[in-house]
């Protein structure tokens, strides 16, 4: 379920706004004092249930159309105070289990190490899961060995493929920092494989594989964290660690406080750690004043990063900015929030 449609009537008594979505990403501009920020915090409060939110900003009504017709509707119960308390039907009050929202406002560098525990909590959960389930297939490995048949087996040629495969991926769940790097030579398999073999690679490899799945989805975000950050961050290259969360070192190998970090800096990871991290599948993402602290570069570069990040995810976003370098060359994104006359 995706909202295409946001209307709101006498925002702050005098202005009406109707927003017509994009697909993932809107940009919503205008001059100061129309309401982008406000706007932003009424949607959200709609689905958090945050009657201080929709009580404290002035409107007349807010109407949220989603792409299967569906309506949600909250409205001030009287037009002339708009201090009233809103009109909180049932469809509100359902509003929170139906559909996932994330505001993600202006104050973001506090966040900075208060998120690289977070991961590494979030890393002890995944190392845990590991081990658990490897525990259950090793401890029932003999059995399913004698039970396995030769003509259940995975075929020579894919079983090779599959390996390949694997290796690559350990490789990359190591890169990321989940995993710390075998001593030993990774594993070739031999140039002739008899029937006795095959039934033992088989199991293997679907053991391998179902291990390493638990760390697919972390992995693949924290590959595009770091790619992002590390493009962006010309004098520094970070890492991973399940120990620290997240590391900054500097070209000559010197490990940098968090705290050394620009503001700019501190801001970049905060936003794309909630982008990645923070939210669920198929949500809707707030995203008040991306541009802040963030050279023109920075800015230039954040759509195509952010549009990289709604593909991985499978969100939806909303942006509210003054910048025309967030917007660079998409004004195909653009809504613009028009005042009076």
Known sequence: MRIREILISKLFGIFSHKIQLKDKVTIIHSPNGLGK????????????????ILTSIPFSELKLTFDDGSKITVSKSSELNYKSKPDLNLELKKAENIFSVLLIETQRVVAVEKYSRELVEAIKTKLADYATLSQSLDRTIPKRLLNAKSGKNIPENELRTRFAELEKQRLKVIEAGLLEKDSEEPFKLPSKIDEHTKIFLSVYLQDAEAKLSIFSEMTEKIDLMKKIVNKLFIHK????????????LTFDNQLLSLNELSSGEKNEIVLLYELLFKVQKNSLILIDEPELSLHVYWQQEFLKD?????????????????????????WDLTVELEGIS
Not at 37 to 52: E, G, Y
Not at 237 to 248: R, T
């Open 37 to 52: 920020t406000s706007l932003l915090r009424l949607i959200n409060a709609v689905f958090k249930n945050d009657v201080a």
């Open 306 to 330: 952010l549009l990289e990040i709604t593909s991985l995810a499978n969100i939806d976003v909303i942006i509210a900015t003054h910048s025309p370098q967030i917007i660079n060359d998409r």
């Open 237 to 248: 290259n970070m890492k991973i660690s399940k120990e620290k969360g997240f590391e900054f």
